[in-house]
């Protein structure tokens, strides 16, 4: 195996030369739905990894050149109204694509995981990564887990990105025309049952509730 790149929740990132990088997932599992999705949003313009090879628990994948958002935000190279006008484009450019076979219109590609360490900034502009959770449904599930995510690292006592996660998410929603609100239940549910969400995300979900309402409330 070649060189080690980056360690995720639930997969590994390796080199395979400089074109190319390695996603495997630990646990196993099936790529297929996940590198469906991902060619689906490409050929409609939307900006992830080009996909080479998928097949069980590997991903071959494009490699990308660039810090994700989260570190851009952390040594200041992007500043923080930037980036949350950036994720919240990036939201709403996703919801654009029409899934093929919804018989709901108001039904839409969802990627249910989409915050600031799944954005890498190349300098051809951002680009998603991670669409494990992909799936389709109501655009405003995606902002209410998008907002949860980011109010969880507010209420999280230690994250590098703690103090300054409240004035992102509220940046957030200024920008974003969905309404987080109807979906913000069953995006904590969904939290509650991943079990890639630690257990203290977890036991801090109802007060980034909380705070994902408050903020909310203040621009819908």
Request: charged share 25%; aromatic share 4%.
């Amino acid at each position: 195996m070649t060189a080690l790149l980056a360690s995720g929740r639930d997969a590994d990132v390796y080199a395979l030369d400089e074109r190319r990088v390695l996603r495997r997932y630990r646990r196993g599992g099936d790529v297929a739905a996940e590198a469906a999705i991902m060619r689906y949003v490409s050929d409609h313009g939307y900006p992830v990894p080009r996909i080479y090879q998928a097949e069980g628990a590997d991903l071959v994948m494009e490699r990308l050149d660039g810090p994700t958002m989260l570190r851009a935000l952390g040594d200041g190279t992007l500043d923080l109204k930037a980036g949350a006008t950036v994720l919240a484009d990036l939201l709403e450019r996703l919801h654009k694509v029409r899934v093929r076979s919804a018989t709901d219109p108001g039904t839409r590609i969802l990627h249910l995981d989409l915050h600031p360490e799944n954005v890498v900034m190349t300098e051809g502009g951002p680009v998603v990564i991670d669409w494990r959770n992909s799936c389709e449904g109501p655009p405003e599930l995606d902002v209410a887990m998008t907002a949860l995510i980011i109010a969880t690292v507010a209420v999280l006592p230690g994250h590098q990105f703690a103090e300054r996660a409240e004035a992102f998410l509220d940046t957030l929603l200024s920008c974003t025309r969905d309404n987080p609100l109807s979906q913000l239940e069953a995006a904590v549910h969904r939290r509650s049952a991943d079990a890639n969400v630690s257990a203290d995300e977890k036991a801090h979900l109802h007060e980034a509730k909380l705070l994902v309402t408050t903020a909310a409330r203040a621009h819908f």
